[in-house]
């Protein structure tokens, strides 16, 4: 069964940064868009940011000019550069993957297992 590996989370203080990745542990078929969610206790998931296959990026507001996101195709890997933390970035992130594991299987969304991020003040 494939896996998302997610590294690069931690403990900052507000105004650092951090780097995560996610990478598959198998190949996939096809993979289409591909992007990094949070959840904070108490909190539903939310979206962060997303690369599409070409490389087009969505960022939520609360985000834009601080984090960056990218994708290397040829490793089916996601990024997620995050400058200027602060602490209601606070999170357990999650890094996501939609496309098709084989050409017989429907397009699917794949999920890492989640990596801590704590900003403090």
């Known amino acids: 069964q494939v896996q998302l590996v997610e590294s690069g989370g931690g403990l900052v203080q507000s105004g650092g940064s951090l780097t995560l990745s996610c990478a598959a542990s198998?190949?996939?078929?096809?993979?289409?868009?591909m992007g990094w969610y949070r959840q904070a206790p108490g909190n539903q998931r939310e979206l962060v940011a997303v690369?599409?296959?070409?490389?087009?990026?969505i960022d939520v507001d609360s985000v834009k000019g601080r984090f960056t996101i990218s994708r290397d195709n040829a490793k089916n890997a996601v990024y997620l550069q995050m400058n200027s933390l602060k602490p209601e970035d606070t999170a357990a992130y999650y890094c996501?993957?939609?496309?098709?594991?084989?050409?017989?299987?429907?397009?699917?969304?794949?999920w890492g297992q989640g990596t801590q991020v704590t900003v403090s003040s």
């Open positions: 690369v599409s296959r070409d490389g087009s990026t």
């Open positions: 198998e190949n996939f078929f096809r993979i289409n868009a």
């Open positions: 996501n993957v939609n496309g098709r594991r084989f050409s017989w299987n429907p397009v699917s969304d794949y």
